[in-house]
């Protein structure tokens, strides 16, 4: 029996999934002691009770893929707001420098993937999809690079593209966090103090002034809809939150430099965290468990290996190329989770170092952008090696 949700179930499906990983964290003693989030220890729980009754009862869940949408939009949009439109310029190098070294790790990621799937006597195909088509959560992307290159039999590759997510997301969501901790610790790395780009203020957020900031955050997010809207009309296909977030941004500059509307920052981050929670809950409870037990045992091998050596690979090429800073400590641990699993990994392992180790809004906007950019190429790199096997 399958049982479809609707927005508002799988809103609250997640609200209480939420609370199901705070209860386990603070519940089992080496949970608590684990730089892990709650959102992502609820959400691999949760999957558990689901494949569960899957396979005890028969019973699946279905979910509002909108929700994803909307918490995530909601959060970008809601961190923009404490950037002025300067501060892109400021940040372009990083940027650039961020894009090079992830198209570097696409490259080198498909090429361990094929080479171990080599040593463990893997097919060439089976193991060519736990390098980065597993970042494609649909079967169309995967369809359409097959196709380009006349390769059948896409619906075991979408198999084996799942089964390897599934294994790279739970390895990741298990040490991300904690190797960047370590990293962060070790070398005694801190958030650089605010620029007087950043208009920030540093007071508590009031529950009176909610309002007024989930206003401005749906104009944002309304106007950035609208602008999706007419580029894809021009055929031009840009996500919501690539539009929503520059006009947060010049929502703050007109703030700041010419009128007198206050934006409600310090509600708006509140706004902004519930929605990244909402967001990586929802995808960690998506996950299914079920397609781990698809994969052979040297596919499994193949998997945590990848893992390992993308590890090793993303945390010292994006640490050295950015700087060694404590924003290139950052921009590492998201671009693993990207890497090996999806963005929804990668932010929740930002979050928790954030709130460990000080903020860094810069990251979570540069996260974004980059997630989009390794998307988007990835069309490109996955034809490439198609075509070489």
Same mark, same amino acid.
């Given at each position: 029996?399958?049982?479809?949700?609707?927005?508002?179930?799988?809103?609250?499906?997640?609200?209480?999934?939420?609370?199901?990983?705070?209860?386990?964290?603070?519940?089992?003693?080496?949970?608590?002691?684990?730089?892990?989030?709650?959102?992502?220890?609820?959400?691999?729980?949760?999957?558990?009770?689901?494949?569960?009754?899957?396979?005890?009862?028969?019973?699946?869940?279905?979910?509002?893929?909108?929700?994803?949408?909307?918490?995530?939009? &909601?959060? !970008?949009?809601?961190?923009? %707001?404490? $950037?002025?439109?300067?501060?892109?310029?400021?940040? +372009?190098?990083?940027? /650039? @420098?961020?894009?090079?070294?992830?198209?570097?790790?696409?490259?080198?990621?498909?090429?361990?993937?094929?080479?171990?799937?080599?040593?463990?006597?893997?097919?060439?195909?089976?193991?060519?999809?736990?390098?980065?088509?597993?970042?494609?959560?649909?079967?169309?992307?995967?369809?359409?690079?097959?196709?380009?290159?006349?390769?059948?039999?896409?619906?075991?590759?979408?198999?084996?593209?799942?089964?390897?997510?599934?294994?790279?997301?739970?390895?990741?969501?298990?040490?991300?966090?904690?190797?960047?901790?370590?990293?962060?610790?070790?070398?005694?790395?801190?958030?650089?103090?605010?620029?007087?780009?950043?208009?920030?203020?540093?007071?508590?957020?009031?529950? &009176?002034? !909610?309002?007024?900031?989930? %206003?401005? $955050?749906?104009?944002?997010?309304?106007?950035?809809? +609208?602008?999706?809207? /007419? @580029?894809?009309?021009?055929?031009?296909?840009?996500?919501?939150?690539?539009?929503?977030?520059?006009?947060?941004?010049?929502?703050?500059?007109?703030?700041?430099?010419?009128?007198?509307?206050?934006?409600?920052?310090?509600?708006?981050?509140?706004?902004?965290?519930?929605?990244?929670?909402?967001?990586?809950?929802?995808?960690?409870?998506?996950?299914?468990?079920?397609?781990?037990?698809?994969?052979?045992?040297?596919?499994?091998?193949?998997?945590?290996?990848?893992?390992?050596?993308?590890?090793?690979?993303?945390?010292?090429?994006?640490?050295?190329?950015?700087?060694?800073?404590?924003?290139?400590?950052?921009?590492?641990?998201?671009?693993?989770?990207?890497?090996?699993?999806?963005?929804?990994?990668?932010?929740?392992?930002?979050?928790?170092?954030?709130?460990?180790?000080?903020?860094?809004?810069?990251?979570? @906007?540069?996260?974004?952008?980059?997630?989009?950019?390794?998307?988007?190429?990835?069309?490109?790199?996955?034809?490439?090696?198609?075509?070489?096997?």
């Amino acid at each position: 029996m399958h049982i479809e949700l609707n927005l508002l179930e799988s809103a609250a499906l997640v609200v209480a999934v939420l609370y199901l990983g705070v209860l386990l964290k603070q519940g089992i003693k080496p949970l608590s002691g684990l730089c892990v989030p709650s959102p992502l220890i609820g959400g691999i729980a949760f999957s558990v009770l689901a494949l569960a009754l899957d396979k005890g009862a028969g019973i699946t869940l279905g979910h509002d893929m909108d929700l994803y949408e909307i918490t995530f939009t &909601a959060f !970008l949009t809601a961190i923009s %707001f404490e $950037l002025d439109i300067r501060a892109l310029w400021r940040h +372009a190098r990083f940027v /650039l @420098l961020t894009l090079a070294a992830i198209l570097v790790l696409m490259l080198t990621e498909n090429t361990v993937s094929l080479g171990l799937g080599a040593l463990l006597g893997v097919e060439p195909l089976e193991a060519l999809m736990s390098g980065t088509a597993k970042m494609f959560w649909e079967e169309e992307p995967i369809r359409f690079c097959m196709d380009a290159v006349g390769i059948p039999g896409v619906e075991g590759a979408m198999d084996d593209a799942t089964g390897y997510f599934t294994l790279c997301f739970i390895a990741c969501t298990l040490i991300c966090a904690p190797l960047g901790h370590r990293i962060i610790s070790k070398a005694g790395l801190r958030p650089l103090p605010p620029s007087k780009d950043d208009t920030w203020e540093s007071r508590p957020a009031d529950i &009176a002034r !909610l309002p007024i900031a989930t %206003f401005q $955050l749906l104009v944002a997010m309304g106007i950035g809809s +609208a602008l999706s809207d /007419l @580029l894809s009309s021009l055929g031009a296909w840009v996500p919501g939150f690539l539009c929503a977030m520059p006009v947060a941004m010049a929502m703050n500059h007109l703030n700041t430099h010419g009128t007198k509307t206050r934006i409600c920052h310090p509600e708006l981050d509140y706004i902004g965290t519930l929605g990244l929670s909402l967001f990586i809950g929802a995808c960690a409870m998506s996950i299914d468990l079920g397609t781990i037990l698809d994969l052979t045992p040297a596919m499994v091998l193949l998997g945590l290996v990848q893992v390992a050596c993308m590890a090793a690979l993303t945390m010292g090429l994006m640490h050295w190329a950015l700087g060694r800073s404590y924003e290139s400590a950052i921009m590492g641990t998201g671009t693993l989770g990207i890497m090996c699993s999806d963005i929804s990994c990668g932010l929740a392992s930002m979050m928790m170092l954030n709130r460990i180790h000080g903020g860094s809004v810069n990251a979570y @906007l540069m996260l974004a952008i980059c997630s989009c950019f390794a998307v988007a190429s990835n069309y490109l790199v996955l034809r490439l090696f198609l075509y070489l096997i």
